[in-house]
């Protein structure tokens, strides 16, 4: 049943919104938290178990390496300090999607803490920097999947039994808390939004995790409460879980404040409660109340020992981490000389790193952006590639380059010529030797096909001299035509200026 | 019966490896030792008769290709019920597990059967290992060999009493707070806790992880020895496993010299509340090891009078956590799922018939001890203490070698005299525990009967981590002498068992 | 120290998923009692500059390479399950969502 709320607009007029967001990541390793079995997703049901992730009697945890080093690099990457020892905590409840009914998670002493996600936004005011304060990174493990059967909607509730698949159980996940983000006013929901997309960034570029929101691998949290004003005392907080697109973020955030502000409003207290999103309706329903008698009985996970990374270790991974994003991006804008849209069509596209390898390579930066946002984009598509397996290299986009600007390919040619090399037949010179891809600069063939052109349309040379130069497509698309695409486009269009007499 | 059953292992595994006595000879021996006897005596929970034949069989052939053997290939030996063996029920002496057949095999059990030790079945044990009788089985309890009457000791009483019944002459045990060095004390054979980390935990079904270790039974120390060398060794499946060569226990139990060496008598392990003919014969024992050229001191570590409470706390609360698993979801049995009742029910009906009162008992205090409000003064202050205990061992063995006590207060006493007092039941581990609480190894040797009861006495010989070594070197001298003094080992005292 | 009531041990129970019948938690409480006030002796010593310890091995930084070993089959993983269906774990219902 759908709650009241309150017009957002009037809402932020009245109260003043705290934000906290929980994002879990599930770590792109090769193998689980604590055991060899595979991570990679969609196997059949318990095929990438064993005793360790299906917790058996007398199984034991070791600790994944790439697992604390991504935790650790993640930490950097958010401006955290990085604990000089910590240690992995059993978290104690019983579930039937936990093999040992417990987590193996980390409680008081994460391994990353107090750093900071700077996020912009446009505002009524221009474009605008929040810092989102991150009060720690913490290492922990995926629980299995159940699903639910009988009962009307699949769901848990009115179900007659479910089914346990442990695959995702024991895959790595780093759980990145804020702290209460204060502050936005009315741009709670774009801050939020903007966090987890800048978040997802970071994440994507250092390589840790595939972020895929709709696959499960970036999880979201929403915590909000309202305050009368930003010197009272924080309210209620209530926690929207399994938040998972960017846009649901935003509407999440938008619906809590509208929510929590007509309670408020009618003198009703916010209950602090776990509450379910729901993409479809759009709106969060109440899930189960979180009790003072929640106890979690911690206590340091004695099968696993301390880890004290050294100093060493965190200057060499944060010496080698890749550059920030959103700086990134600030610099690329500029050294490009592009405008933010188009930016935002090359980020899009999944292909900025493709485009900086290739203008390091010494392609032009708009013709490699042209290539890699046009016709590679295309090909993926059509062949169902991801932008980063089409076999194109940094050389090959700088030979095409080449070749165009010594006359030698036109456009279409080269679109020709990257076809070929998508089809593996080999490298553009021999693809354009093997396909015959070459301008044809003979002006004798081109005058007959332009005679052949004129015969079969008469009309059309008495509408160019007449002054509708415009006409003239049709002859250079027809001379195009005979030639197999091999002329060059605009010394056709000359020629048929010449002999018509008529001058552009 | 066959003579082959009152021999050590080292002579069996020479007699198999020269060919004179098979290996499948052998262990057909201890299987009709174990029909005869097992009735009496309950061991074993599950013997497996046709697994034992088909490795000795296994081993046979190896010799007569002329392969080479391990030191003990072709020796049959009793596995405590908390080790997960492939293919072979591992019930850890609970109904929750009844009818588990793992599939996968602990470490140990890996190195066993790589090293061609004859497998005989599981050895019955207080559930999960909670107690020092092996009442808390399931399954019923173990009789002592040398009284039936009375407890063998525990958790480990299955394997302390297949060795002294000569139903194996090797056995695997696990120690938290004295399960192998306790029942070896009273059932007159040797028992040897390694340094935590020293024998791989991955496959031993924890009760409480920080102090939990598995170690070797035997009837002598030459042959504990040989044991401990076969299952020792760094294992990348248990974190806490110590990446370093395994002390030579093996030289140090045939060098048994302990000239020059300072022995230090632990002042507050002893005393009140030790019977009297405990007392007797290891102060005899302090004067062998002095006439031996020893020297020995009297040590004082004054945190140890608070290492029972600590253990108490600690072990209730890592082992609360450690059967969380114990649901009826994943394996071993079900109760009470009619199609009706939640999952939530299930578990806790489950759970409920699955565990016994001492095992309720536990869970409900570690459950409460790690709780919230109460984990500071609990959980927190013990871990605390456990720290003190550790610095009084550091400050001991600043000043001596070694350090020996006795290994328990009383010899065996009556079946069902302690079962309802847990707090009784719970002294008998009173010298054994702060061994465990510091990781450190420990040897329990038979030094005698209790002039009073003629029931054994164990003497308890410590050493600092990673020196194992040590304790057989200490444990072989004064073997030596005293086999000399009895005219053979200490069992032959024992009473021949019926049906035997 | 505080004692422990039977309200304390169904309370306790009740985390631990144990269904102690209500006839039998005077006598678990009491129990109780007398080991909680036995290991009480843990507070009589002082421990104000004292670390806690976790871990009898005093070893940090212990880990595994991310290459991957190997998996049971879902025919042994499922082997000791009490319920199995469409290879998978099969529970009762379940009440409370997580």
């Known amino acids: 049943m759908a709650e009241a709320v309150m017009n957002y607009d009037e809402a932020i007029s009245k109260f003043d919104p705290v934000l906290g967001l929980e994002v879990h990541v599930e770590l792109g390793t090769h193998t689980k938290m604590f055991c060899g079995c595979s991570t990679v997703f969609g196997a059949a049901p318990n095929t990438h178990v064993c005793p360790v992730c299906l917790g058996l009697p007398g199984a034991l945890p070791a600790l994944n390496k790439i697992g604390v080093e991504s935790a650790i690099r993640i930490g950097l990457a958010l401006n955290c300090e990085i604990a000089q020892w910590c240690r992995f905590a059993r978290k104690n409840y019983f579930y039937p999607d936990m093999p040992k009914n417990f987590q193996t998670s980390q409680y008081d002493e994460p391994i990353a803490f107090e750093g900071y996600l700077d996020v912009d936004i446009d505002t009524d005011e221009g474009r605008k920097t929040f810092r989102v304060p991150i009060e720690r990174a913490h290492m922990e493990e995926d629980t299995g999947k159940n699903s639910h059967v009988g009962g009307a909607t699949g769901r848990i509730h009115g179900a007659d039994y479910s089914l346990v698949d442990y695959n995702r159980a024991g895959i790595p996940l780093i759980e990145i808390v804020t702290k209460p983000i204060t502050g936005t006013g009315k741009y709670a929901p774009e801050v939020a939004k903007a966090y987890v997309a800048a978040l997802r960034d970071i994440l994507r570029g250092l390589g840790v995790s595939d972020v895929k929101m709709e696959q499960g691998s970036l999880r979201c949290d929403v915590n909000l409460s309202l305050r009368e004003t930003p010197e009272s005392k924080l309210g209620t907080r209530s926690e929207t879980k399994n938040v998972n697109s960017l846009r649901s973020v935003e509407r999440a955030v938008r619906y809590e404040v509208t929510r929590h502000a007509a309670r408020l409003t009618a003198g009703d207290s916010i209950v602090q409660e776990t509450r379910h999103w729901h993409e479809d309706t759009g709106i969060s329903t109440s899930g189960r109340p979180k009790s003072d008698a929640e106890d979690y009985r911690y206590f340091p996970e004695p099968d696993l020992l301390p880890i004290a990374p050294s100093r060493e270790w965190v200057e060499e991974l944060r010496a080698a981490l890749p550059e920030n994003p959103a700086v990134r991006r600030a610099r690329l804008v500029a050294d490009w000389g592009l405008s933010e849209i188009d930016m935002n069509t090359v980020v899009n596209s999944g292909a900025l790193n493709l485009i900086v390898e290739a203008v390091s390579a010494g392609v032009e930066p708009a013709a490699a952006r042209k290539w890699w946002t046009g016709e590679l984009s295309r090909i993926a598509n059509d062949r169902g590639l991801e932008i980063d397996d089409v076999p194109v290299t940094p050389a090959d986009l700088k030979r095409l380059e080449e070749l165009i600007s010594s006359g030698a390919l036109n456009d279409k040619l080269a679109r020709q010529a990257l076809e070929g090399l998508v089809s593996g037949e080999g490298d553009i010179d021999a693809i354009v030797k093997a396909r015959g891809l070459a301008v044809v600069s003979d002006d004798g063939p081109l005058l007959a096909a332009i005679d052949k052109a004129l015969a079969a349309d008469p009309a059309v040379a008495e509408t160019i001299k007449s002054g509708k130069l415009a006409a003239a497509g049709s002859v250079v698309g027809a001379v195009m035509k005979a030639t197999r695409g091999q002329a060059d486009a605009a010394r056709v269009r000359e020629l048929l200026f010449e002999k018509l007499g008529v001058s552009e | 019966m066959s003579d082959l059953i009152r021999k050590d292992a080292s002579e069996l595994a020479g007699l198999v490896s020269s060919g004179e006595v098979s290996a499948v000879e052998v262990a057909q021996a201890h299987l009709d030792r174990i029909a005869a006897v097992d009735g009496a005596v309950h061991a074993f929970l599950h013997v497996d008769t046709k697994g034992a034949l088909a490795s000795a069989a296994a081993v046979d052939v190896k010799v007569k290709a002329g392969d080479k053997l391990s030191v003990l290939a072709g020796v049959p030996l009793g596995l405590k019920d908390i080790l997960a063996t492939n293919g072979l029920p591992t019930t850890c002496g609970s109904k929750v597990l009844a009818g588990w057949i793992p599939p996968y095999d602990a470490t140990v059990v890996t190195k066993l059967r790589e090293a061609g030790i004859v497998i005989l079945g599981k050895t019955n044990m207080d559930e999960f290992a909670m107690g020092s009788s092996t009442e808390h089985s399931a399954f019923g309890p173990t009789h002592n060999p040398w009284d039936l009457e009375r407890i063998p000791g525990g958790s480990g009483g299955g394997s302390s009493a297949c060795v002294s019944a000569f139903e194996a002459p090797l056995a695997i045990g696990t120690d938290t707070g004295g399960s192998i060095r306790q029942p070896a004390a009273v059932t007159g054979s040797v028992g040897v806790k390694p340094t935590y980390g020293g024998v791989s935990r991955y496959g031993l079904v924890a009760l409480a992880s920080s102090l939990d270790q598995a170690g070797p039974c035997a009837r002598n120390v030459l042959d504990t020895a040989l044991l401990h060398s076969v299952i020792a060794g760094y294992d990348p499946m248990d974190s806490t496993s110590i990446n370093s060569p395994v002390p030579d226990v093996i030289s140090a139990a045939k060098r048994g010299d302990i000239k020059g060496m300072k022995v230090g008598v632990v002042k507050e392990l002893g005393g009140e509340g030790y019977q009297a003919g405990v007392r007797s014969r290891f102060d005899e024992s302090v004067a062998l090891i002095e006439s031996l050229g020893a020297q020995v001191v009297e040590v004082s570590c004054p945190s140890f009078p608070a290492a029972l409470a600590a253990y108490y706390l600690i072990l209730p609360s890592e082992a609360s956590s450690n059967l969380a698993k114990f649901d009826g979801i994943r394996f071993g049995n079900r109760v009470g799922d009619d199609g009706t009742k939640s999952v939530e029910q299930v578990m806790s009906e489950t759970r409920a018939a699955g565990f016994g009162p001492e095992v309720i008992r536990r869970i409900i205090l570690g459950t409460y001890a790690l709780s919230a409000g109460y984990y500071d003064a609990y959980y927190g202050q013990a871990q605390k203490v456990r720290t003190l205990i550790k610095q009084d061992f550091d400050a001991a063995f600043a000043k001596v070698d070694v350090l020996i006590s006795p290994t328990a207060p009383t010899t065996a006493f009556k079946i069902g005299e302690k079962l309802d007092d847990p707090l009784a039941m719970y002294l008998n581990d009173v010298a054994t525990i702060p061994v465990n609480m510091a990781g450190l190894p420990g040897m329990s040797l038979p030094i005698g009967l209790a002039p009073e009861d003629n029931l054994p006495v164990g003497l308890q010989i410590i050493a600092p981590a990673m020196a194992d070594d040590r304790l057989y070197n200490v444990g072989a001298a004064i073997e030596r002498e005293l086999l000399a003094k009895w005219g053979g080992p200490i069992l032959g005292l024992a009473p021949e068992l019926a049906g035997a | ?98």
């Open chain 3, 1 to 98: 120290m505080s004692g422990i009531s039977q309200e304390d041990v169904a309370h306790l129970a009740n985390l631990a998923r144990i269904n102690i019948p209500t006839k039998e938690l005077g006598h678990y409480a009491s129990q109780l009692d007398a080991i909680l006030n036995a290991v009480a002796v843990v507070s009589s010593l002082d421990t104000s500059n004292v670390a806690a310890m976790s871990h009898p091995v005093p070893m940090t930084n212990v880990f595994r390479e991310d290459i991957p070993g190997v998996s049971l089959t879902a025919e042994q993983a499922l082997s000791g399950a009490p319920a199995v269906e469409d290879e998978r774990f099969r529970v009762p219902r379940i009440l409370d969502e997580e």
